[in-house]
């Protein structure tokens, strides 16, 4: 039997200070705190003219990177391009 916990933790969620990245300490231990075994976790990165996107699935007992995504990237006015590479 798999017990499923869902947990959707954002910047804007960081009750320490609204809209401020929270480093993966503080995240992890958010995760621990929601009861959650494992997380994925993404960053969105924009340089110039592109977005850069990269995730990964996160053991949180042991913080462990379990399985990391291939960076995708895309020109900043094609996001739907970024979000078909990630599918």
Avoid at 31 to 45: D, N, P
Avoid at 53 to 75: H, K, T, W
């Amino acid at each position: 039997q798999i017990d499923t916990v869902v947990v959707a933790l954002t910047l804007a969620g960081n009750e320490s200070a609204p809209g401020v990245s929270a480093g993966p300490a503080e995240f992890l231990a958010s995760a621990r705190q929601r009861g959650a075994g494992t997380v994925i976790s993404g960053e969105l990165f924009r340089q110039e003219s592109s977005l850069r996107f990269q995730a990964q699935m996160i053991d949180v007992g042991q913080g462990e990177i379990l399985y990391a995504v291939e960076p995708v990237s895309a020109s900043a006015d094609q996001e739907a391009d970024l979000l078909e590479a990630l599918q």
